[in-house]
């Protein structure tokens, strides 16, 4: 059986796709599974040894210079690849316009399927249109967690059943893998910054949180300038707290995965530390908790809702807790 996957972006949403390839190749042991993302997110599916071919979409870049002749010319390419195999399944996870036409493109065998999503979640950005691509649309309950959706689509598909805990693939940690900006030391990591101010965690929370995980090295990652001037404020104030310097994606994966503790709001790395099945606290303060809680295991605590942000002392024992010796 050989399948597609349809998951462009987003870094988290892309991280939350991952656990479809276990369950694929528990029930078909055999199965070859390709992958179609973002460029910038290949090297997180790499990760995962069981995904054979990744195929690249890169309409970010593209779509600054569509009236380039070399940018046509990668569009034609991509086609072009994403057409040299003939599939039995194609899933389009994501539901938008762009990744059903992406769907549409691809080959599937006489009796293949490609299969879509019938209906978004709460607050997704779900594109109706998107279902013209499909021979087969899954209705799922609009509150289902972002993991369960892809896994709950190819199970409908294939009909089996998911009521396992989901298995990211992921690598675990090794000497080999920790990166030489890393201290030698266990450390905490704040991954603070979010592109909605509404999402953020107030600096006095982060601040005293920093000071109770005292002497252990806080690590501050950012994104923008305005994630960077934040980070220099945090560790201004926080003890033993060091600002890193820009770092690729995978980079800033390497840091979750060897984090003795990882600290963040709802975003992607944050979940991709969860992912890891790292000591990670989640923070939830204007984003629904039931659509992407960490909720596979004792490793993982989720904090505050939409609309709720918790309490620094609230994070702190939960800190606490998951530092303390086994």
């Not at 050989?2 to 276990?22: C, E, F, Q, W, Y």
């Not at 009521?163 to 000497?175: K, Y």
């Not at 806080?218 to 945090?234: F, K, M």
Request: proline share 7%.
């Amino acid at each position: 059986m050989k399948i597609l996957l349809v998951r462009v972006s987003s870094l988290g949403d892309v991280l939350h796709n991952l656990p479809m390839v276990a369950d694929l190749l528990r029930e078909h042991p055999g199965a070859t599974i390709d992958w179609v993302v973002e460029e910038g997110y290949v090297s997180l599916v790499r990760l995962n040894p069981h995904v054979r071919k990744i195929i690249p979409w890169s309409l970010r870049r593209w779509r600054k210079s569509l009236g380039k002749q070399e940018t046509r010319a990668e569009i034609r390419a991509f086609f072009r690849t994403l057409r040299e195999d003939e599939y039995d399944y194609v899933f389009d996870t994501q539901g938008l316009l762009k990744t059903g036409i992406i769907m549409g493109a691809a080959r599937v065998r006489k009796g293949g399927k490609k299969v879509g999503l019938a209906n978004g979640s709460e607050g997704s950005g779900y594109e109706g249109i998107s279902r013209i691509f499909h021979t087969d649309s899954i209705p799922l309950n609009p509150r289902t967690h972002a993991v369960a959706r892809g896994r709950m689509v190819a199970g409908a598909a294939l009909d089996y059943s998911v009521d396992s805990a989901p298995e990211f693939g992921l690598p675990a940690p090794t000497p080999a893998t920790r990166p030489a900006f890393l201290p030698h030391d266990d450390y905490a990591v704040f991954f603070h910054g979010t592109a909605r101010a509404a999402k953020k965690w107030a600096d006095a929370n982060w601040i005293a949180l920093g000071a109770a995980l005292a002497p252990m090295p806080v690590l501050l990652p950012w994104g923008s300038q305005a994630e960077h001037e934040d980070a220099q404020a945090l560790a201004a104030a926080i003890p033993n707290a060091r600002v890193l310097p820009k770092l690729s994606m995978m980079d800033a994966v390497l840091l979750a995965q060897h984090a003795r503790l990882a600290v963040g709001v709802d975003t992607g790395l944050t979940h991709i530390a969860a992912a890891f099945v790292r000591p990670t606290i989640e923070i939830y303060c204007d984003s629904p908790k039931w659509k992407t809680e960490g909720n596979w295991s004792d490793c993982i605590v989720n904090l505050g809702d939409l609309g709720a942000p918790p309490s620094s002392a609230d994070v702190i024992a939960a800190a606490r807790r998951l530092l303390a010796p086994a």
